[in-house]
């Protein structure tokens, strides 16, 4: 089965500074995809940005991007210029096109909290 | 606009007593799923469905039910039989693709005492 493991339960960055979270996770598959959801005091997920295996460049999303190393299995998420609103609980995800019965579970790690301080 | 909606926000409950957590979409998508998270925990699979009136057990499944007899509903009854079921629930829908993503409702956080 795979697993998501994030290394990191907190961090801290200053304003306007750049902050990496880390993921790795274990598969033997080929293609898959992977997720960051962040999750603010509110609670509710929201997707922050998604990675397919299969593609070579590194997804980017305005101040987010990731850094993906398939052969490391590694998956971290970088957040430029960070902003109070940034201060939350970030989910790495992994989902596999090939679990039972075809359906497409997704496997989150156990989180890493953000603290944005001004 | 559309959106996934749980309810209610906060439920207090006996020990004994089932309950029924509520969850809808608009957004005309074929799966959907209830997450189960404890601090430190991330998120568990509970049950999951990709079609109406077919549902899978995620998981932890155990002390839980669900059905699906409508697309738009998927409601989840927490049983006396669940050993530890004060939690926080999420529920979430996905156009049901491996390369779609979930999107999450608000939340229900269960109290049972």
């Known amino acids: 089965a795979q697993t998501v493991t994030q290394s990191q339960p907190e961090m801290s960055v200053q304003e306007a500074e750049t902050v990496t979270l880390s993921c790795t996770y274990d598969t033997s598959e080929s293609d898959y995809y992977l997720f960051w959801y962040k999750q603010p005091p509110s609670r509710q997920m929201i997707l922050v940005i998604r990675?397919?295996?299969?593609?070579?460049q590194n997804a980017t999303e305005n101040r987010f991007s990731v850094n993906f190393q398939k052969a490391a299995k590694s998956f971290s998420l970088k957040i430029s210029d960070s902003q109070l609103g940034d201060a939350a609980m970030y989910f790495c995800a992994y989902r596999s096109p090939y679990t039972q019965g075809g359906s497409e579970k997704l496997v989150f790690g156990k989180g890493t909290k953000l603290t944005v301080n001004p | 606009d559309g959106g996934i909606t749980q309810s209610p926000k906060y439920l207090f409950r006996k020990e004994g007593q089932n309950v029924t957590l509520s969850c809808e979409q608009n957004l005309n998508h074929d799966a959907m799923y209830w997450y189960r998270q404890d601090p430190g925990q991330g998120l568990r699979l509970i049950y999951y469905?990709?079609?109406?009136?077919?549902?899978q057990k995620g998981d932890i499944a155990e002390g839980y039910s669900v059905s699906r007899e409508k697309k738009e509903s998927f409601p989840l009854t927490v049983t006396s039989a669940q050993k530890n079921p004060t939690a926080f629930y999420l529920c979430?829908?996905?156009?049901?693709?491996?390369?779609?993503?979930?999107?999450f409702g608000n939340g229900t956080r269960l109290t049972v005492t």
């Open positions: 469905s990709q079609i109406v009136n077919d549902f």
């Open positions: 979430a829908s996905s156009r049901g693709n491996y390369n779609s993503p979930l999107h």
């Open positions: 990675q397919e295996a299969y593609k070579q």
